[in-house]
Structure formats: structure tokens, C-alpha cells
């Protein structure tokens, strides 16, 4: 009962990670075929694609959604600054919107070992030690670990906006 709540509560998060999965898929040329954006069951949401055949495209696929989910969320996070005086609805819903994608954009564990798989090369070793952290992280993850990422994004986008952008 308690996973169908958070779902349902992160549920942009999830339709956001698994459209920019398709998305990416699309930019690295590997089929898709099929995508379930959102679902109430143990995976909410999907996308099944061919195997990448290159490690870039893998790449791609795994991280692009990280990266992607981090710039939205933070720039939901500094949207809900800019209407804190204005519209304390329009506040609550980029916070929400940033919170639900940031604590949907880590990579998970299958991802991962497809992109260690197709490390051919040295100058990928740069790329596995970011996937090491990252394949740590996914170890201790839970949902406090991804609110505490959350929560530094959240920090972060502050401090852009109270120094880079008022």
C-alpha cells in the first residue's frame, strides 16, 4: 500500500524517466519495443529496447535519464523560487514536479552492468568510476537515500538561483 502512495505521489518522476529513456533510445538508434510509462505493480514504469552495440549507446540509455532528470529538477527547483512571491500554488507544484523527477533520475543496477559490459577501452576506465559511485549508490538505495539527493539538488538549485540568477 505504501509503494502504490509513493508512486502515485512521484508519478510525473516516473512518466519523466521512462519518456526520457524512450527518448534517448531514439537518439542513440536502439528499437524500442514497448514502453509502459506508468503502472501500479513492483516496476512501475518501463522501457523495453534492443541491446545497445555500442558502449556510447548504452551510455546513453543508462545515464541520459540521470542527467536529464537532474537539469529538469533543478530547473523546477529554481522555477519554484521564482514564484515563491507570487504564487505560493504555482511554488508547491514546481517543488513537487522537481521532487518526483529527482527522486526518479538514478540509473538502476541492470542499466549499470549493460554499461560495464560494454567498457571496451581505456578511455571508458574515466566513465566506470563514474559508474562505480553510482553503482554504490544504487547498493544503498532506498527511498532516503534518493530524498537526500533530493534534498542537495534542491539545496543546489538554490544557491544557483540566489547567486546566478537574481
Not at 518522476?13 to 509502459?36: L, M, N
Not at 522501457?47 to 552495440?53: D, G, K, L, S
Amino acid at each position: 500500500m505504501i509503494q502504490e502512495i509513493s508512486y502515485l505521489l512521484f508519478f510525473p518522476g516516473i512518466v519523466f524517466h521512462e519518456f526520457s529513456r524512450e527518448i534517448f533510445c531514439c537518439i542513440s538508434k536502439v528499437k524500442v519495443v514497448k514502453v509502459c510509462y506508468f503502472q501500479f505493480k513492483n516496476l512501475p514504469g518501463y522501457v523495453m529496447h534492443e541491446e545497445p552495440r555500442k558502449y556510447h549507446q548504452a551510455f546513453l540509455i543508462s545515464i541520459g535519464p540521470s542527467i536529464l532528470g537532474i537539469l529538469f529538477s533543478v530547473t523546477f527547483f529554481i522555477l519554484s523560487k521564482h514564484f515563491s512571491n507570487n504564487s505560493q500554488s504555482l511554488e508547491l507544484l514546481f517543488i513537487w514536479l522537481g521532487v518526483s523527477i529527482a527522486i526518479n533520475c538514478f540509473p538502476n543496477i541492470k542499466d549499470l552492468k549493460v554499461l560495464h559490459e560494454k567498457a571496451d577501452n581505456t578511455l571508458v576506465s574515466i566513465g566506470n568510476l563514474i559508474l562505480t559511485i553510482i553503482f554504490i549508490f544504487n547498493l544503498l538505495q532506498n527511498f532516503w537515500a534518493n530524498l537526500a539527493c533530493t534534498f542537495i539538488l534542491y539545496i543546489l538549485s538554490n544557491f544557483i538561483y540566489l547567486n546566478l540568477i537574481k
